[in-house]
Each structure stands twice: as structure tokens, then as C-alpha cells.
């Protein structure tokens, strides 16, 4: 079956740090992957997609980027966190054609 | 484009009663129509779904939904609370053969059962 990994579930940085959130698919090959983030009262806004290996759309001009390194793996970076990017990421992997889509846990990111 | 609208951001409702959560989209095309539950501090899990034929769906947990198509809506109803119910509901649409990234999520409806 197909699982869908994400790290870390919390995450606590400064302002002007890094950041590097990785997630994994597991049990499917050449997914759809996604990354979402969710503000209190905002519901969720599409980040990036990538329909295969490099492939990367942004639907946000923001101050992160996304990169896929391997056909299961989906990073979200940036270099320079700002206090305006906390918030619920999630990643997420899609099903056969739009039919669903399959969440990791998330991860709470708090930029102090 | 295509848009969802979820009236409601709080419902609170007492344990063994009724609730609706309503959902409302817009769309030029016909889509797919989800509902997502979100328990705190984890990600979002499929509740139910309507693709096509019978316009009712229903989940395990005792879950239902309806697509009207001339109101544009899929309500989400339970005859019946548990405590367990709290949690976020997300309300989603999606045109059909599309990827997920077309996927569009309403606000939200946060569902507080009572004691």
C-alpha cells in the first residue's frame, strides 16, 4: 500500500534561517506531488506541484521554493525564513487522475 | 476557475444530535466533489467523495453527503454526533481527469461536539 512520509512533524526557526521539509512516497511510482500550506481561518493554498523528476510549478510567488530530486521525494526550502511563513505545511500525492488525494501529518512550522 | 464557499467556520452541536455542514461551489465545468476531515495537528484524510452516478455518498463513520447539482451544493450530514467527531472539515472540488493541483479547498467548518 501506499504510504506518504513527512518531516519534522514541528519545527521552530529564526527569523533569516533555512529551512529544508522533506517528504517521501512510498508504494507508487511517478506520483503527483504537492505542497500545501494552511493558515488559521485561510483553509489551504497550493504552493508547488510537480507531475515528475524537476518538475516544479509554483502557483504562489512567495519566498520558498520546491525542488524534487528523485521521483518520491519533494522538498520545500527556503533561505531565509520570515516571520510570515509560519504556518501548516502539508505534502501531499494524488491518486488516479484527481480521484483523491493522500496527506502526510504535516509539519507546524513557527518562525520566531 | 472554481471556487467553494463553506458557510459555517464554527458549528458547535451536542453529542447524539444531528449536524449539517453545508458547501457551496461554483464552477464552469462539472467537477468532483470532496469532503476532507482534519484531526488537530495532523493532516487531512478523505472522508467521502462523489465522481459520478448515485448523487449520495456515505462514509464508514456514518457520514453522508449530497450533490445537488441545480444548488451547487454537497452538504455533509451526520444524524448522529460523537465526541469523536471533532475535528476540521474541508470541503474540495476538482474538474474531472484533472490533476490535484486544480483541487479546491473551502475554508474549513470546524465541528465542536458537546458533552
Known amino acids: 500500500s501506499q504510504t506518504i512520509h513527512q518531516w519534522p512533524a514541528t519545527l521552530v526557526q529564526p527569523v533569516g534561517s533555512p529551512l529544508s521539509l522533506e517528504c517521501t512516497v512510498e508504494?507508487?511510482?511517478?506520483?503527483?506531488l504537492y505542497w500545501y500550506r494552511q493558515a488559521a481561518g485561510r483553509g489551504l493554498q497550493l504552493l508547488f506541484y510537480?507531475?515528475?523528476?524537476?518538475?516544479i510549478s509554483s502557483e504562489v510567488p512567495q519566498n520558498l521554493s520546491a525542488s524534487r530530486p528523485q521521483d518520491r521525494q519533494f522538498i520545500l526550502s527556503s533561505k531565509k525564513l520570515l516571520l510570515s511563513d509560519s504556518g501548516f505545511y502539508l505534502c501531499?500525492?494524488?491518486?488516479?487522475?484527481?480521484?483523491?488525494?493522500?496527506f502526510g501529518q504535516g509539519t507546524r512550522l513557527t518562525v520566531v | 476557475a472554481q471556487s467553494v464557499t463553506q458557510l459555517d467556520s464554527q458549528v458547535p452541536v451536542f453529542e447524539e444530535a444531528p449536524v449539517e455542514l453545508r458547501c457551496n461551489y461554483s464552477?464552469?465545468?462539472?467537477?468532483?466533489l470532496f469532503w476532507y476531515v482534519q484531526y488537530p495537528n495532523q493532516g487531512l484524510q478523505l472522508l467521502l467523495k462523489?465522481?459520478?452516478?448515485?448523487?449520495l455518498v456515505e462514509s464508514i463513520n456514518g457520514f453522508e453527503a449530497e450533490f445537488n447539482k441545480s444548488q451547487t451544493s454537497f452538504h455533509l450530514r451526520k444524524p448522529s454526533v460523537h465526541i469523536s467527531d471533532t475535528a476540521e472539515y474541508f470541503c474540495?472540488?476538482?474538474?474531472?481527469?484533472?490533476?490535484?493541483?486544480?483541487?479546491?479547498f473551502g475554508k474549513g467548518t470546524k465541528l465542536s461536539v458537546i458533552p
Open positions: 510537480s507531475v515528475g523528476i524537476g518538475q
Open positions: 474540495a472540488v476538482n474538474p474531472p481527469g484533472a490533476g490535484s493541483y486544480q483541487l479546491t
Open positions: 462523489y465522481l459520478s452516478g448515485s448523487t
Open positions: 464552477s464552469s465545468v462539472s467537477v468532483y
Open positions: 508504494g507508487t511510482s511517478n506520483p503527483n
Open positions: 501531499a500525492w494524488e491518486g488516479a487522475a484527481g480521484t483523491e488525494a493522500f
